[in-house]
């Protein structure tokens, strides 16, 4: 067999172990009709899948007008401070949203109860505490949910009035506010698929209309459409994380069917309930992925990268200008500004007794990320690669999205601790399949589209030229993709580094990731460790986030001189 | 007056002179043809001329209007120039059919929707590419997205027709059917034709007048 067909064999395999495998073990093995009916049934469970379906498509909407719109003018305008304001604009990703839901509660005033989420009833735990670990597992991360909700109460200081700055009383609770603050989050998500893939387009194409429109005309007609799948790809990753947050729900008091999945679980230990519950969301996110087809239909979207240099499109009046960084401002301020303000008035600036207790978790963090992060990256091309336009597997990629990472979590213990595969459970080797396993889906679906930009020709005049095929990609496809690669990368970092779900119930002995020492920290009421720590995390993102900004700002320059 | 009026002009990046005091007149409807080796600034010239690249120094006319004067401060944004251009990798949008791409000029250039259609024909008609509307610029050949290039640039009816290497990418047989289209539009038009390429060949039987670009600076010009 070529080369060719064994990588194809190899890329599938590892996406069907590590990510299908788990997922499919826990529903299979738990299934039960009546379940299923019941949901149907029950008025109040239907509700909640609608005010779900609210929240998701809500925050997609709103993250895809803030992220475009902040890369639009970023990318294309003469505002001031763009590099700096690019890398704060990431910012918000990394601090943990009910941290920001909490923040803005206190910023209007507003009190904020303790959650509803159930705590384990300790009768049945001890009952079904014999099953493979599972349920300790269970515990930890219904600990993790009424910790963080808990703990972060009690320091905040209760308010009572309103505040001078709010003119009139503002109603927090519900899913608009909801839609708001995950937004506010999850945002960067599509400003960096949006701005990465406009620095893509070849430059002539927007030149070509700019002889014909205004430069608003041309971006708005041109240049947007041509990155349309990329910004469809960043809203559904957004609505995938909106219907899966626990954190902002329960502090904005709003029931969603994925706090219901999490209380069945954690509260009942009734995890067939919990499974059948999470089927109308993987439903949900199946008729997207169509919808998202429709809408970018079958249109051959092929382009050789030709790196734009970074030019100036659209030139801003002094007003507008001022509109602008105003704008992004205001983002960054009540995004960013607020949850850090909040996380280093709790830090009292002890960076020292922090890195003594924690140090460790920074590098095991660390490590673990780097590893998964460039690890992904094999299986994730030669599956977009392979698979390019294969309709099911457009399905197949999102399937282990459906399951809660809760869910995820209990069937990684049943495949990886099992006889022969025991020793993965064991060490760090089980938090990386972990992530493989949930965030292949992601990296995949970010490199699709740059994927689909590279014509056939370019690769077949490689192979025509008597390259072998593993020398086609590394010398040809792997640098025409390096947007591509670099962007996935670093959202897998990013989505690695902030990872919470899984450590919980997967640290294996002496190794805990840093967001697990966080909230470790906070159960024990370590406020002040644990913020020095939050912040550590978010300047460990933005560090390699300023290198491939300025990476790319290189390549950029280098591509231009040689062209000519 | 000519009807085009270099007066100049130069422009550098980044410190380094790359047009220098170039001044051309060109008239009305004729073909002009600049023949320069690569790198010598060609297509920087070009770009000046559609306002997409803004010169340093020196003032630039079209039929009698100042598009650009360094002294007094006018730039005219590209598009209220009308002026076309047939990029030398084309540009074409990926996204956009053969179709689209005459529709996106067709309503840039505020023609009611009713009678586009009509127009796309007429335009798709005249590059020999009837019935490929539906065609994406992946779906086409060299030489059809060459013609759907230059079917995008006089959709627009342009003043003035730029055409950026029109003739280093194709064979022999498509370059002379290039020629014909441009000496068809030439005489059904009458646009006013500009030229770039690296060739000598290139100038003879099309072009009535020449230019020669050496490092920037026109070194020679004069009719064919
Ligand atoms: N946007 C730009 N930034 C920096 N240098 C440029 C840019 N455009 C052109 N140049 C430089 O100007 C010179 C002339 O370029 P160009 O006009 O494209 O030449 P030609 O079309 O005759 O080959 C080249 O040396 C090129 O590197
Ligand atoms: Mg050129």
Same mark, same amino acid.
């Given at each position: 067999m070529s080369s060719r067909s064994w990588l194809k064999i190899i890329a599938i395999t590892s996406f069907l172990i590590l990510s299908v495998l788990p997922v499919a073990y826990m529903y299979v093995s738990s299934f039960n009709l009546s379940r299923y009916t019941w949901i149907f049934?029950?008025? =109040?469970?239907?509700? #909640?899948?609608? /005010?779900? !379906?609210?929240?998701?498509?809500? /925050?997609?909407?709103?993250? $895809?007008?803030?992220?475009?719109?902040i890369a639009v003018l970023l990318e294309y305008t003469d505002i001031p401070f763009k590099s700096c304001l690019s890398v704060l604009v990431i910012v918000s990703l990394l601090i943990p949203p009910y941290i920001m839901g909490i923040s803005f509660l206190s910023f209007i005033g507003k009190n904020w109860v303790t959650s509803e989420i159930k705590e384990p009833n300790p009768e049945v735990a001890s009952m079904v505490r014999r099953d493979r670990g599972i349920t300790n597992s269970a515990m930890n991360a219904a600990a993790l949910q009424n910790t963080l909700l808990n703990k972060t109460a009690v320091t905040m200081p209760p308010v009572q009035q309103k505040p001078w700055y709010i003119p009139y009383n503002i109603d927090p609770y519900n899913v608009q506010w909801a839609i708001v603050i995950l937004s506010l989050a999850l945002f960067p998500i599509v400003f960096l698929l949006t701005s990465f893939a406009l620095r893509n387009i070849d430059e002539r194409m927007i030149d070509a209309a700019l002889l014909l429109r205004k430069p608003l005309g041309a971006i708005w007609r041109v240049s947007l459409p041509m990155v349309l799948p990329q910004i469809l790809v960043g809203g559904l990753i957004v609505y995938i994380f909106a219907i899966s947050e626990l954190g902002v729900p329960s502090v904005m008091r709003v029931d969603t069917t994925t706090m219901e999945v999490f209380n069945h679980f954690t509260g009942f230990f009734d995890i067939s309930q919990a499974l059948a519950l999470t089927v109308p969301l993987a439903f949900s996110i199946a008729v997207l992925i169509l919808a998202a087809?429709?809408?970018?239909?079958?249109?051959? %979207?092929?382009? *050789?990268?030709?790196?734009?240099e970074g030019r100036v499109i659209l030139k801003l009046g002094k007003a507008q200008k001022a509109l602008g960084l105003g704008y992004i401002f205001a983002v960054i301020a009540v995004s960013s500004a607020m949850p850090l303000g909040i996380l280093l008035y709790n830090s009292g600036l002890a960076v020292l007794p922090a890195l003594e207790k924690a140090g460790d978790s920074i590098l095991n963090s660390l490590f673990l990320s780097i590893f998964c992060s460039t690890l992904i990256l094999v299986?994730? %091309?030669?599956?977009? @690669?392979? @698979?390019k336009g294969v309709k099911w597997m457009d399905y197949l990629i999102l399937a282990p999205l459906i399951a809660p990472s809760a869910a995820l979590g209990i069937g990684m213990i049943g495949v990886w601790n099992n006889g022969y595969t025991a020793f993965v459970y064991g060490s760090f080797l089980v938090l990386a399949f972990g992530y493989l396993a949930r965030f292949l889906p992601f990296t995949i679906k970010t490199l699709e589209p740059f994927m689909a930009q590279v014509p056939a020709s370019v690769e077949e005049s490689g192979r025509l030229a008597g390259a072998s095929f593993t020398k086609t990609v590394s010398g040809i496809l792997a640098p025409l993709l390096k947007p591509g690669l670099l962007t996935a990368w670093l959202i897998a970092f990013i989505l690695c580094m902030r990872e919470l779900d899984l450590s919980v119930m997967l640290t294996p002995p002496g190794f805990q990731t840093l967001p697990n020492r966080i909230f470790t920290l906070y159960h024990y009421g370590d406020i002040r460790t644990s913020s020095v720590l939050s912040l550590f995390l978010v300047a460990i993102v933005v560090v390699p986030y300023i290198a491939i900004v300025f990476m790319s700002n290189a390549s950029k320059w280098h591509t231009s001189n040689s062209k000519k | 007056m000519a009807y085009i009026e270099l007066k100049e002009v130069s422009k550098a990046f980044a410190g380094k002179s790359v047009v220098k005091d170039v001044s051309l007149e060109i008239e009305r409807s004729t073909v002009t043809g600049i023949m320069?080796?690569? +790198?010598?600034? &060609?297509?920087?010239?070009? =770009? #000046?001329?559609?306002?997409?690249?803004?010169?340093? @120094?020196?003032? $630039?006319?079209?039929? +009698? *209007?100042?598009? %650009?004067?360094?002294?007094?401060?006018?730039n005219v944004a590209p598009e209220k120039r009308n002026v076309g251009m047939v990029f030398q990798e084309y540009a074409l949008w990926p996204h956009m059919n053969a179709g689209q791409h005459i529709a996106f000029v067709l309503e840039a250039k505020k023609i009611p929707s009713k009678k586009r259609p009509a127009l796309i024909k007429k335009y798709l008609a005249l590059i020999r590419m009837e019935g490929r509307e539906t065609s994406y610029p992946g779906q086409l050949s060299g030489g059809e997205k060459q013609r759907l290039a230059l079917a995008r640039a006089l959709a627009q009816e342009p003043r003035i027709l730029l055409?950026?290497?029109p003739f280093s990418s194709l064979d022999k047989e498509l370059k002379e059917g290039f020629r014909e289209e441009i000496k068809r539009v030439r005489e059904t038009l009458e646009t006013t034709i500009l030229y770039v390429t690296?060739?000598?060949?290139?100038?003879?039987?099309?072009?009535?007048? !020449?230019? =020669?670009?050496? &490092?920037?600076?026109?070194i020679m010009q004069g009719r064919l």
């Open positions: 049934e029950d008025v =109040r469970q239907q509700h #909640m899948f609608e /005010t779900t !379906m609210i929240l998701g498509l809500g /925050t997609a909407l709103l993250c $895809i007008l803030l992220g475009v719109s087809q429709l809408i970018i239909g079958k249109k051959p %979207f092929f382009t *050789v990268p030709s790196a734009a299986p994730s %091309f030669f599956i977009a @690669y392979f @698979y | 320069g080796r690569s +790198g010598s600034g &060609k297509t920087t010239l070009l =770009r #000046m001329l559609s306002g997409l690249e803004t010169p340093d @120094y020196g003032e $630039i006319t079209i039929d +009698g *209007v100042k598009v %650009f004067s360094s002294k007094e401060k006018i055409l950026d290497e690296h060739n000598s060949e290139d100038l003879e039987g099309l072009a009535d007048n !020449m230019a =020669r670009i050496e &490092k920037g600076k026109i």
